[in-house]
């Protein structure tokens, strides 16, 4: 099997008697940082990066009152930062390849756009990079920003499940 690297937010941070019941209960290959936004820096062996992900959420889910917010991974990039990661290429040739001057056209469109600055997905730019301009970069798991949209919408699901239960008390009162 594969030892996986990844994060997982968390919603607050686990008190010390939940810390290490988490700790009895597998997560000894996780390693807690806490501050403002505290998370587990995990080193976990399964089949998939996703199993691996999986497993994790479920010990986490044992405690009551925590759970996770997000799954790690630094995909967002700008050109800069994609032209950094890269190491082959500068941000004028992406920003050239991301406006269509130069290459085959279809680069990957921002995933978030300001007025002064877009941020890309990294998966993305570096899979159209490889495809479509044969650059020899690895592969970015997919399977991190899929595990990280499951949880978010958990979130999401979580809040309003929490929302529709103060309206009904409300109702009642």
């Known amino acids: 099997m594969t030892v996986w690297d990844f994060r997982v937010m968390l919603n607050r941070e686990p008190d010390t008697d939940e810390f290490n019941r988490l700790f009895e209960a597998g997560l000894d290959d996780c390693a807690l940082v806490g501050g403002t936004q505290p ?45 950094r990661r890269h190491g082959g290429r500068t941000q004028a040739s992406l920003r050239q390849l991301s406006s269509g001057q130069r290459g085959p056209g279809g680069f990957p469109e921002p995933v978030m756009a300001t007025d002064n600055i877009n941020i890309y ?53």
């Open 121 to 173: 997905s990294w998966a993305e730019v570096s899979d159209w990079l490889r495809v479509k301009m044969g650059d020899d970069i690895p592969r970015v798991p997919r399977d991190i920003a899929l595990a990280d949209a499951a949880v978010k919408l958990a979130c999401r699901a979580r809040a309003a499940h929490q929302e529709t239960q103060v309206l009904h008390l409300v109702d009642v009162a």
């Open 39 to 83: 998370y587990f820096m995990c080193d976990r062996e399964g089949g998939t990066l996703l199993d691996a992900i999986a497993s994790v959420l479920v010990q986490i889910r044992k405690i009551e009152g925590l759970w996770a917010i997000g799954i790690g991974h630094d995909d967002g990039v700008t050109l800069g930062d994609a032209a």
